[in-house]
């Protein structure tokens, strides 16, 4: 497996041991893709406050039980694996007897707490769409951390809402113009931001999986839930 072998994700499939080292990583991992797993028990109909308990019930569980052992290092993904253990939890925790909780009784949210599910989104569904929407966001956090240690905030500032929307000849002669710049300059230094946010997806992608064919398999899930954002 190669560099492969020491991601997060692999080091924890990989270690059936209680290490310090795995168990930070599936800590880390947790952490940072909470949100998917909170949307998927919101829309299973449960009230906020309750998914966020389940929520957070559900990861001290995938932690303190070491249920992350029983996963297939060759078909690791973290991403499915998640979704396939919060389902088994919430059966385990009675999720059948809470019925009528999605029924006409379910208690609707803003999109924002929602995370950005549509209302007839499945759960599965709003938990990839949350899943890709989290890998996106820390591959722009960390674009725009670069961009500040270079010293390029503020051109980082004007040319973001284009990292995931395709800008037409009027919009950069709008920015070139606030910025200063030349049109074909502003289309140049917008290519290599959503470029290096390519790569940064993929870097984000590759701490989840196993194999280098696994990234593949997972820009192209992401392709899938959020169409051009990362073409």
Not at 118 to 131: G, I, L, M, N, Y
Not at 161 to 172: I, K
Request: with cysteine; aromatic share 6%.
């Amino acid at each position: 497996m190669g560099a492969f072998a020491t991601t997060r994700w692999s080091l924890i499939v990989e270690s059936r041991a209680d290490s310090a080292s795995a168990r930070e990583a599936l800590s880390a991992l947790c952490g940072a893709y909470r949100a998917p797993v909170l949307s998927f028990v919101r829309q299973r109909g449960y009230p906020r406050e309750e998914a966020e308990d389940l929520t957070q019930g559900f990861f001290a569980h995938f932690i303190a039980e070491g249920i992350h052992h029983s996963a297939d290092p060759a078909r690791g993904r973290f991403r499915t694996y998640l979704l396939s253990s919060i389902s088994n939890f919430l059966a385990d925790a009675g999720d059948a007897a809470r019925t009528l909780k999605r029924g006409g009784n379910v208690v609707h949210c803003g999109i924002d707490e929602r995370m950005m599910a549509a209302d007839d989104d499945t759960p599965e569904r709003a938990f990839e769409r949350r899943w890709a929407l989290t890998v996106l966001d820390r591959a722009v956090q960390r674009l725009r951390a670069e961009a500040a240690e270079a010293g390029r905030q503020e051109l980082f500032a004007h040319l973001q809402e284009f990292l995931t929307d395709h800008p037409d000849a009027d919009d950069y002669r709008e920015v070139s113009t606030r910025l200063g710049m030349r049109a074909n300059s502003v289309a140049v230094a917008v290519h290599r931001l959503r470029l290096r946010l390519r790569m940064l997806v993929r870097e984000e992608l590759a701490l989840t999986v196993c194999t280098p064919q696994d990234v593949d398999a997972e820009v192209a899930a992401l392709r899938e839930v959020l169409g051009g954002a990362v073409s």
